[in-house]
Nanobody
Framework: QGQLVESGGGLVQAGGSLRLSCVGS????????MGWFRQAPGKEREVVAR????????KYADSVKGRFTISRDNVKNTMYLQMNNLKPEDTAVYYC??????????WGQGTQVTVSS
């Protein structure tokens, strides 16, 4: 078992871009599917994007399709979320996670993304 640490969040104007990074340690990047999730104030946590362990398969929430791109570099033990054309409704705490078992996920602490109108 390892740890996940997100970074890259911040304040950006609508239409701008940010790139989030998630750095793993231990065995997190060995062979686990991973994903980005977000939680806005007063809202439930939702999936943003998912990626297979080799990075060959990616899926996105309808709300971010065409704007966000998930990728991973297993050599660097890093997963990314490129966010373009950001909207105020994208404002949330973004978390990365690894699925290490059917009911066992490893979560990072989150990074705040705030998009101003």
């Amino acid at each position: 078992q390892g740890q996940l640490v997100e970074s890259g969040g911040g304040l950006v104007q609508a239409g701008g871009s940010l790139r989030l990074s998630c750095v793993g340690s231990g065995d997190i990047f060995a062979h686990y599917p991973m994903g980005w999730f977000r939680q806005a104030p007063g809202k439930e946590r939702e999936v943003v994007a998912r990626i297979s362990w080799a990075g060959s398969d990616a899926k996105y929430a309808d709300s971010v399709k065409g704007r966000f791109t998930i990728s991973r570099d297993n050599v660097k033990n890093t997963m990314y979320l490129q966010m373009n054309n950001l909207k105020p409704e994208d404002t949330a705490v973004y978390y990365c996670a690894a699925q290490v078992g059917p009911n066992d996920d490893c979560w990072g602490q989150g990074t705040q993304v705030t998009v101003s109108s």
